[in-house]
């Protein structure tokens, strides 16, 4: 039998704890957001309840770039859009990658979402990313450039290379983000200014790096 105090109420404990499974959530930050709950009006946790309880009915992916869409929704409206140029296809890992980009307001191409990076230690191979259908979109939209705006990172350079691989002599320009990017960091987490001028000056990829 255990006979130990529960110092906190079993609804606030299993908050922090759903919190703290959040990435980047430690435990003392889990508490903390937890704590606020408790402290703020009820308005607040049933606006956050409804919020997350919509996500699953309320998103879904644009069947040809992989970007999150309202449900329902074929086509993201970054690529539907006529102002946007569909030979230019910036090759991302995540949906927030999309996100980062736009917020730099220098580009005005197209996206399309791997959904990961190649990643053997974390079991993600590149049969599970969309880099098939991007080859297919490179066929149909008549793709002139391929921007691989994916990390600089161990995973990101081998998903570009793969990627690289895939599209064979297609007569496509295959550029990389400009190395303004510090390594290791997140492209939703860059700066845009940095990042901005990572698109702006982007690198065509030579011939050695593709073999």
Known sequence: MNNNPKILPPALSNLIEAFNALPGVGPRTAERYAYWFVRHDQGAADRLAAALKSLESGIDYCKRTFALVPAGQELSELYTD??????????VAEPFDILAIEKTGTYKGTYHVL??????IDGIGPEQL???ELVKRIDEDLV???ILATNASVE????????????GVRPVKISRL???LPIGVDLEYADQ????????????????EMS
């Open 130 to 132: 969309h880099i098939p």
């Open 193 to 208: 200014i940095t990042l901005g001028r990572a698109i702006e000056h982007r690198q065509l990829l030579s011939d050695a």
């Open 115 to 120: 959904g990961g990076l190649v990643s053997p």
């Open 82 to 91: 006529e102002r946007r140029d569909k030979r230019i296809i910036a090759v």
């Open 156 to 167: 990101g350079e081998s998903t570009a290379l793969y990627i690289q691989q895939q599209i």
């Open 178 to 180: 400009a190395r303004g």
């Open 144 to 146: 002139v450039e391929i």
